[in-house]
């Protein structure tokens, strides 16, 4: 996460565009300060993926309890024949493209001689998970072409290349982590940024037994736990504050009413923080929480609604043995 120099990095001979200080820190220090002094005090989820929240949510995918990794990657090892679209020249735009496996299954599944037509755009606000991603990409795929995108989706999707051919990947149901507000204003902009035809490849983590839900987001192993706290040593770097992560207990529960994981810093203690170089402070109660993430579960009538917001329609819904999980296929009308 890099806001400060807006440059182009080579990761090898590939190019990684830095999109990010064209926000400007300030805006990205407002931001979070805002979240920090509202009566319910929280911070965005994407101040998760510095190198270590990117580390942390890699080790994430692969505990026993957090099931959606596995139920997308049994969908993904087959979609390509099932989605039965044709990829000749094609755009491929992965949003929030983190380790860049679940589209190294789809490309696996791609035959050499049209691999070699398509350009990949991994873009994700975590510099360090694209340039690893690249990495990996370059040893195993020939590929057209590949440009790495470090951008922030909720304010600059209008900086993705625009061509007539576009196909588009958002996985792992990052989408849940959308506020409805988010939802609304993401499929607006992208549906409208679309051309007829081209293609939205969405993930999504569907409703179920909240045990098993309330048992991913709290691993035996307290990873998750690591990954809620490590956005505090974030929000210092980027507002230079004191947080003391110890100071705070990890809490995630599923509310039913908004079918939704809701994840909070719990202060242990009553405690003040001083924020942005001392000028500012804040102060929490024992048992007062940060709100740090949402990840809302989906049903099939709120996925329908969605592509409605971007004048898309579902062109192939594809599930898991269990159902758990989901990928849609939205065509652009
Ligand atoms: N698609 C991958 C990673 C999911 S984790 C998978 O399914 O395993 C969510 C990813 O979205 C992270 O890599 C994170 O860095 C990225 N991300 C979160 N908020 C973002 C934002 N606002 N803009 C761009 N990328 C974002
Ligand atoms: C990236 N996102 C979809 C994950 C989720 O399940 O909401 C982030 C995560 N938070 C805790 N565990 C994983």
Same mark, same amino acid.
């Given at each position: 996460?890099?806001?400060?120099?807006? +440059?182009?990095?080579?990761?090898?001979?590939?190019?990684? *565009?830095?999109?990010?200080?064209?926000?400007?820190?300030?805006? #990205?220090?407002?931001?979070?300060?805002?979240? *920090?002094?509202?009566?319910?005090?929280?911070?965005?989820? %994407?101040?998760?993926?510095?190198?270590?929240?990117?580390?942390?949510?890699?080790?994430?995918t692969?505990?026993?309890?957090?099931?959606?990794?596995?139920?997308?990657k049994?969908?993904?090892?087959?979609?390509?024949?099932?989605?039965?679209?044709?990829? +000749?020249?094609?755009?491929?735009?992965?949003?929030?493209?983190g380790d860049s496996s679940k589209i190294s299954s789809?490309?696996?599944?791609?035959?050499?001689? =049209?691999?070699?037509?398509?350009?990949?755009?991994?873009?994700?606000?975590?510099?360090?998970?694209?340039? @690893?991603?690249?990495?990996? =990409?370059?040893?195993?795929?020939?590929?057209?072409?590949?440009?790495?995108?470090?951008?922030?989706?909720?304010?600059?999707? /209008?900086?993705?290349?625009?061509?007539?051919?576009?196909?588009?990947?958002?996985?792992?149901?990052?989408?849940?982590?959308?506020?409805?507000?988010?939802?609304?204003?993401?499929?607006?902009?992208?549906?409208?940024?679309? @051309?007829?035809? /081209?293609?939205?490849?969405?993930?999504?983590?569907?409703?179920?037994?909240?045990?098993?839900?309330?048992?991913?987001? $709290?691993?035996? %192993?307290?990873?998750?736990?690591?990954?809620?706290?490590?956005?505090?040593?974030?929000?210092?770097?980027?507002?230079?504050?004191?947080?003391?992560?110890?100071?705070?207990?990890?809490?995630?529960?599923?509310? /039913?009413?908004?079918? +939704?994981?809701?994840?909070?810093?719990?202060?242990?203690?009553?405690?003040?923080?001083?924020? @942005?170089?001392?000028?500012?402070?804040?102060?929490?109660?024992?048992?007062?929480?940060?709100?740090?993430? $949402?990840?809302?579960?989906?049903?099939?009538?709120?996925?329908?609604?969605?592509?409605?917001?971007?004048?898309?329609?579902?062109?192939?819904?594809?599930?898991?043995?269990?159902?758990?999980?989901?990928? #849609?296929?939205?065509?652009?009308?």
């Open positions: 996460m890099n806001f400060i120099d807006e +440059r182009v990095i080579k990761v090898g001979e590939t190019e990684v *565009l830095n999109f990010l200080p064209r926000r400007g820190i300030n805006n #990205v220090k407002q931001e979070i300060l805002a979240g *920090l002094t509202s009566p319910q005090k929280y911070i965005s989820p %994407k101040f998760f993926y510095d190198k270590k929240g990117s580390e942390l949510f890699n080790a994430i692969q505990l026993k309890e957090y099931y959606p990794t596995n139920c997308e049994e969908i993904l090892s087959s979609i390509v024949s099932r989605l039965n679209i044709d990829l +000749r020249n094609i755009d491929i735009i992965e949003l929030g493209s789809i490309f696996r599944q791609i035959a050499p001689d =049209i691999l070699s037509t398509i350009t990949y755009y991994p873009v994700d606000i975590s510099q360090s998970a694209i340039s @690893n991603a690249i990495q990996g =990409i370059t040893e195993r795929f020939e590929l057209r072409k590949i440009t790495g995108i470090v951008a922030d989706f909720h304010h600059q999707l /209008d900086l993705i290349p625009n061509k007539d051919k576009r196909l588009f990947c958002f996985l792992g149901s990052t989408i849940g982590n959308f506020s409805k507000r988010e939802v609304d204003n993401f499929m607006t902009e992208l549906g409208a940024s679309m @051309n007829k035809g /081209d293609g939205f490849l969405l993930g999504v983590d569907m409703v179920k037994d909240t045990r098993v839900i309330n048992a991913a987001y $709290n691993d035996s %192993k307290g990873i998750t736990a690591q990954f809620n706290k490590n956005i505090l040593n974030v929000i210092n770097h980027h507002t230079q504050s004191d947080f003391n992560p110890d100071n705070f207990e990890h809490l995630a529960y599923y509310n /039913d009413e908004q079918q +939704r994981i809701e994840m909070h810093l719990q202060s242990t203690i009553p405690q003040t923080i001083m924020l @942005n170089n001392n000028q500012l402070s804040i102060t929490l109660g024992k048992g007062e929480t940060i709100h740090t993430e $949402n990840s809302y579960k989906y049903t099939i009538d709120k996925l329908k609604q969605i592509g409605e917001m971007g004048g898309m329609r579902i062109g192939g819904l594809y599930s898991d043995a269990k159902e758990w999980f989901n990928l #849609v296929y939205f065509v652009k009308g």
